[in-house]
């Protein structure tokens, strides 16, 4: 059963600072994996979608590694600024004939002015 | 914005009864999923409906249900309520091969069942 972890629950950093989220994966037969953010009380917002075959995505200040045989992600968040803060969950889908997606629990972004 | 649209927005409803919440699908997408969503958890798979046809459910009991119209607007009917019920209910639409397979996701309908 594929399960989805990520750490830290929450974190809180100074403005301009680079930061790491991590997500990991305990299953490496993956279809693709995806970055989401969400702001309180609201839906998901994709960022960052990864192929099974490819190793890392870039969007601007984002940039989403995957590495499968470990079964880890991360999304690398350039100079932070406050309008980055935000619940960051990462999502796997483990099939091509379903679009279920397996989310982890999120982690809580504050980036402090 | 995604171009997935949701109603209602919240909704309260009381135990054992039933609601209906809707999804309103991005132009040309004809796959969508619904997933719900407890307060401090990750969604989780509700289930998923291709060209009208069910594709694929998670570990949810038979009292949820769905559908998929004609025009790729679903709903999910959830009825005999329950506390646990509560929670954020996000419906998501993609198109196998455009973009990646990306799922775009609605803003959601908050329920709340006392």
């Known amino acids: 059963k594929q399960e989805v972890t990520q750490i830290p629950a929450a974190l809180s950093v100074p403005e301009g600072e680079n930061l790491v989220l991590n997500c990991s994966f305990t299953d490496s037969a993956i279809y693709n994996l995806q970055w989401f953010r969400q702001d309180p009380g609201k839906g998901l917002t994709s960022l960052l979608l990864i192929q099974s075959s490819q190793r890392e995505q870039t969007s601007g200040r984002l940039n989403a590694s995957l590495d499968k045989s470990s079964g880890r992600s991360t999304l690398y968040i350039a100079a932070s600024q406050p309008g980055d803060s935000a619940t960051y969950l990462c999502?796997?889908?483990?099939?091509?004939?379903?679009?279920?997606?397996?989310f982890g629990q999120g982690t809580t972004l504050q980036v402090k002015p | 914005e995604t171009g997935v649209t949701q109603s209602p927005t919240h909704l309260i409803k009381t135990r054992g009864q039933q609601v209906t919440l809707r999804c309103s699908s991005q132009?040309?997408?004809?796959?969508v999923s619904w997933y719900q969503q407890a307060l401090g958890q990750g969604p989780q798979f509700i289930f998923q409906?291709?060209?009208?046809?069910?594709?694929g459910r998670g570990n949810f009991p038979p009292r949820f249900s769905g559908l998929q119209f004609p025009n790729y607007s679903s709903e999910l009917n959830v009825n005999a309520l329950e506390l646990d019920d509560s929670a954020l209910y996000l419906c998501?639409?993609?198109?196998?091969?455009?973009?990646?397979?990306?799922?775009?996701f609605g803003p959601g309908t908050r329920l709340l069942v006392l």
């Open positions: 132009s040309g997408h004809n796959t």
């Open positions: 999502a796997v889908r483990t099939s091509s004939n379903t679009g279920k997606l397996i």
């Open positions: 998501a639409s993609s198109k196998p091969g455009l973009e990646q397979e990306t799922q775009y």
């Open positions: 409906y291709y060209r009208e046809e069910e594709n």
